[in-house]
């Protein structure tokens, strides 16, 4: 499957989503990608003053495109037909456990990612 990205940084994958139609795992197929994300810490000084230190640090994001169940065969493509099936639709955050596509490496994501400018 061909998705259209202007990100190449970004990774065509997939992961398992329940079919909405026969209950069974079907695959949900999307761009997998590093959003750089920012965390406020506060680290105590003494004397009530407190010092808030930026933990900057790379999320894994999934964008899903289509979905395919190989048990009754639908296929649903574009966030329009993903949410009307009640699948997800919008970018979410991931854990790399969700993948299981060999090719899915967060660590070569953000690699690749660093050669940019972060947004931070
Ligand atoms: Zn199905």
Redesign the pocket.
Known sequence: MNLDTDDDTALETSTDEE?P????T?RLFGLADAEAEVEWGVEPLGGGQYEHIPQRYWQAVFTPAAFR?T????ELKGPEELRLAELPYQRFELSSDALDEPGFDLQALTDAKSDYEPPW
């Open positions: 079919c139609t026969c209950a069974r079907g169940c048990v009754c065969d639908p």
